[in-house]
Nanobody, 118 residues
Framework: QVQLVESGGGWVQAGGSLRLSCAASGSIFLINTMGWYRQAPGKQRELVATITRAGSTNYVDSVKGRFTISRGNDKNTVQVYLQMNSLKPEDTFVYYC??????????WGQGTQVTVSS
C-alpha cells in the first residue's frame, strides 16, 4: 500500500507564491509517475503537472512557466513538490497529489486548498 499526505496549501494574493508538498510512504518502490491535479467544486479533476520516475515532466498549458514540479526520495518516502509562482485567482482549486502504481492503480492524497485573491 502507498499513502500520500499533502501539505502547503493556503491563501495568497495574486502574484504570490506557494509550495505544495506530497509525501508518499509505504510500498514506494511501486510508484511510477506522480502528479498534481486540481478540482473546483462540481467540476472534474484536471491535470496540473506530472513527473516520471526518471524526472520527465509535463504541464498543462495554463501553468507553464509559472509552476514547477519536482521529485525527491529518501529511504522510506518519495516526495513530490509543486512550486507555484505568479499565482492568479483562476488557480484557486483544491489540489491533489496522485501516484501511479502498477496495473493502473492510482493513489490520491486528501487534497489541499489553494486560494488566490485578486
Amino acid at each position: 500500500q502507498v499513502q500520500l499526505v499533502e501539505s502547503g496549501g493556503g491563501w495568497v494574493q495574486a502574484g504570490g507564491s506557494l509550495r505544495l508538498s506530497c509525501a508518499a510512504s509505504g510500498s514506494i518502490f511501486l510508484i511510477n509517475t506522480m502528479g498534481w491535479y486540481r478540482q473546483a467544486p462540481g467540476k472534474q479533476r484536471e491535470l496540473v503537472a506530472t513527473i516520471t520516475r526518471a524526472g520527465s515532466t509535463n504541464y498543462v498549458d495554463s501553468v507553464k512557466g509559472r509552476f514547477t514540479i519536482s521529485r525527491g526520495n529518501d529511504k522510506n518516502t518519495v516526495q513530490v513538490y509543486l512550486q507555484m509562482n505568479s499565482l492568479k485567482p483562476e488557480d484557486t482549486f483544491v489540489y491533489y497529489c496522485k501516484a501511479d502504481l502498477p496495473g493502473g492503480t492510482l493513489r490520491w492524497g486528501q487534497g489541499t486548498q489553494v486560494t488566490v485573491s485578486s
